[in-house]
């Protein structure tokens, strides 16, 4: 188990490289000149160059990539070239609100794709079932900002509920609590549709097999046989979709925090790219790719937790 | 004295688009106490059907269209869900051919046995649970059964996991085994240790056995009855003596013959032409009669009514007793 999160481990290094390559070499192929951008419009030729000489523009791109690296290697991320602001100052004050809302979107959907979904299977062809159905069908083909300006519109601004622009305090206040439902129903309300199928799809094929007949043959009731036999074995590939999911929540959550004006890394990614700050920018790349790199890393492990015969590969 | 199970005019079917299909059609059994009865037939008689019928747990779109299941005289049919729950694994058990599939591979062992336990008898407690799975473990001659309840079935081998199977059964003390092919997908030597496994259980628990299997010798080792199966009916049914002795419908004289035996010099095995129809497709009047080499005009009129051939001896047969089909046939 140790030997296998460790191998885990030392495969997301090489990952972690990709992206931060991939990160460097987006921003070269900007058509923007950071150096340009520094300056500002009135800027003449010979500040432009000394704006790119003091960057290490000058400098040839793979030097400038090791530079770049060696520069992370020691926390540094950079300086913001438009307002002059540490890149990781900026970061530290932002993921904390961005890991709020996951957590707040993913704490209620998760459980509820994981019920329609078990419901869905057990009384397949039911009803019951064709609502799951047309749910998840129905949170799938929604998009994200739409479900968020709707309920701004409805919620929000005609019945006046619930706040609908930015975060109001730590979550454990009623007011931090308040703000961060409507984001939370729309960031989560896209997950819930592929958990459920995915969970329905997955339960279904456990039922059929042999070992929930001899769980019911030994006489337990129903629920347990659903709960301990039927879903708890269903959960590897409801894990992996999970964690494949989680990625495009951390896309989803750029497209909420912007429509919520939540103070997260998102708004933050989508307000560097539009301003042009390469520094900022690769930053929230940073993060954002270390989330998803964080998340597969768990998925992995709890492979490892969720079924006794990859622990003992 | 009452026989513990009698299953009356039993027949279950399953939906399709051109009307009900009979998987199980109209078969009588009696199981006595203490006793095995052995249920022989090709794959797709409907022996499978029949004990899962007995179970009620035939899988959708099947169910059991009539007849009874007389456990010690009340018909388990016409039990409500529950009381149906507390039959299941407390008084009828009931294993199966896979023990590699059966169990459920997430789980512990120990977790998987004392549940079927706690099903039964909700007040006992954790630790008393694990005792009782560990004893368990150690009737069905399991080495260091301490160490085993924290295993996983994937760190067992077959026989191990078939052994589990049966401690998981036996663990409330059922008055009825159902094992379904239990020795079907093991290795030899560990059929026979499985084999005579069950057969000291019963001895030390007085439980009955049904034992399916298409596997005429293991019938001949363990059962006192022997019901012959053929297309969703019985088509013979007499003691273990008496059907290997003198085999009276003229499929048990088939499967016989399909029996390699060592005292015989024989250059081939008989084999029954054909196979068996498929429920959708039987034939009219005997279900046996494209394939026998005794069926007359008669046969393919009406379906022969299982009859006493001599007492405790049954056959559905016109020609029985065959020794007079013998004679007749050139």
Redesign the interface.
């Known amino acids: 188990m140790l030997r296998h999160a460790v191998q885990r481990l030392l495969l997301a290094v090489p990952v972690m490289f990709g992206v931060l390559l991939v990160g460097f070499l987006l921003m070269q192929v900007v058509p923007t000149d950071p150096a340009v951008v520094r300056a500002g419009p009135n800027a003449s030729a010979e500040i432009i160059e000394a704006i790119r000489r003091d960057l290490g523009l000058d400098k040839p791109l793979w030097l400038q990539f090791f530079l770049y690296l060696g520069r992370l290697a020691q926390g540094d991320l950079g300086v913001s070239i438009i307002n002059n602001v540490p890149v990781a100052q900026e970061l530290g004050t932002t993921i904390g609100p961005t890991l709020e809302l996951m957590v707040a979107s993913l704490v209620w959907s998760i459980p509820l794709g994981l019920f329609l979904g078990t419901i869905g299977a057990y009384w397949r062809g039911s009803l019951i079932d064709r609502a799951v159905m047309a749910i998840s069908v129905a949170g799938v083909s929604v998009p994200v900002f739409f479900l968020g300006l709707v309920l701004i519109w409805v919620v929000g601004f005609q019945w006046q509920w619930l706040p609908f622009t930015g975060r109001e305090g730590p979550l454990w206040t009623w007011q931090g609590l308040r703000a961060v439902i409507l984001p939370a129903i729309t960031l989560g309300g896209v997950f819930v549709g592929p958990v459920a199928r995915m969970t329905r799809t997955a339960v279904l094929d456990v039922l ?4 929930v ?9 129903e629920r ?1 046989v659903v709960l ?2 039927a879903l ?2 269903a959960m590897v590939p409801v894990v992996t979709l999970i964690g494949l999911q989680i990625g495009f929540l951390l896309g989803g959550a750029v497209v909420t925090e912007t429509v919520f004006s939540w103070p997260g890394v998102g708004r933050l990614a989508v307000g560097a790219i539009l301003s042009s700050d390469f520094p900022m920018a690769q930053g929230t790349i940073i993060v954002l790719s270390l989330g998803f790199i964080l998340v597969n890393l768990t998925v992995d492990l709890l492979y490892g937790v ?4 990859v622990r ?1 590969a | 004295m009452t026989p513990l199970l009698e299953i009356q005019g039993l027949r279950t079917v399953f939906r399709s688009a051109n009307g009900d299909i009979a998987a199980v059609d109209g078969v009588d059994l009696t199981v006595p106490r203490g006793r095995t009865l052995g249920i022989v037939g090709e794959s797709g008689c409907g022996k499978s059907m029949l004990s899962l019928s007995v ?1 009620r ?1 035939v ?1 959708p779109p099947g169910r059991v269209a009539a007849g009874r299941v007389l456990l010690e005289g009340r018909d388990l049919l016409t039990l409500s869900t529950a009381e149906m ?6 008084q009828v ?2 294993i ?1 051919q ?1 023990p590699m ?8 062992i120990g977790l998987q046995i004392t ?2 336990m706690r ?2 008898d909700p007040r006992a407690s954790a630790a008393e649970l694990r005792d009782r799975a560990i004893a368990a473990l150690e009737r069905v001659r399991i080495p260091a059964p301490a160490r085993r309840y924290d295993e ?1 079935p ?2 067992l081998s077959g026989g191990m996991r078939q052994r589990v ?1 049966i401690a ?2 036996l663990a ?1 003390k059922p008055k009825l085994l159902i094992a379904d092919e239990p020795t079907t997908a093991l290795d030899v030597t560990v059929q026979a240790q499985i084999l005579d496994l069950l057969r000291d259980l019963q001895q030390e628990t007085g439980m009955s056995i049904i034992l399916i299997t298409h596997d005429l010798g293991v019938v001949a080792e363990m059962a006192d009855e022997v019901a012959v199966m053929y297309a969703g009916r019985v088509a013979e049914r007499a003691s273990a003596r008496d059907l290997f002795g003198s085999p009276q419908h003229p499929y048990t004289l088939g499967l016989l013959g399909s029996v390699p035996r060592l005292d015989e010099d024989r250059e081939r095995l008989l084999a029954i032409e054909g196979a068996v129809p498929p429920p959708f497709a039987l034939p009219q009047g005997c279900r046996f009669h494209p394939r026998c080499p005794f069926a007359i005009e008669a046969c393919t009129k009406a379906q022969p009514p299982l009859e006493a051939i001599e007492p405790g001896h049954l056959a559905a047969c016109i020609r029985a007793p065959v020794e007079s089909a013998v004679e007749l046939t050139p």
């Open positions: 059929g097999a042999d070992h007949r001899t769980a019911r043959a030994k006489g337990l009731p347990i301990r036999h708890r074995n969720l079924d006794p015969r003992a | 179970m747990l899988p729950r507390a039959v299941r694994g407390g058990a009931m199966f896979e599939t059966s169990l459920n591979p997430v789980h512990p549940e079927a099903a039964h996983f994937h760190q199977m998981m059964a409330c």
